[in-house]
């Protein structure tokens, strides 16, 4: 059973920085493209970012681009979210997920199986 678990998430000004982790672990991870989401109350789980299983490709939503970054470790088995210039609208909770299919990257929700509980994060004006 994989098992994905966030941390990092928190309370932090607008402007500011976190970064989030996501550790997995019962299943194999180099090979498996990873992606963040995030939603935000009463709305729907929207795709942040994704990387592919070997890092060399990264993709963004457009409301994030220029200011996250999504990176891999693939000898720790964990993918990181670098949030910089954070706004208030970025508040959410924000979740990692392993793609459903080796060698695959996608955006959309329904290719990613494999989900952590989140962390949380939240943006103060």
């Known amino acids: 059973q994989v098992q994905l678990v966030e941390s990092g998430g928190g309370l932090v000004q607008a402007g500011g920085s976190l970064r989030l982790s996501c550790a997995v672990s019962?299943?194999?991870?180099?090979?498996?493209?990873m992606a963040w989401f995030r939603q935000a109350p009463g709305k729907e789980r929207e795709f942040v970012a994704a990387i592919s299983w070997r890092g060399s490709s990264t993709y963004y939503a457009d409301s994030v681009k220029g200011r996250f970054t999504i990176s891999r470790d693939n000898a720790k088995n964990t993918v990181y979210l670098q949030m910089n210039s954070l706004k208030p609208e970025d508040t959410a909770v924000y979740c990692c997920?392993?793609?459903?299919?080796?060698?695959?990257?996608?955006?959309?929700?329904?290719?990613?199986?494999?989900w952590g509980q989140g962390t949380q994060v939240t943006v103060s004006s």
């Open positions: 019962g299943g194999t991870f180099s090979t498996y493209a």
């Open positions: 997920a392993r793609n459903s299919q080796p060698f695959y990257t996608a955006r959309a929700v329904a290719e990613y199986r494999d």
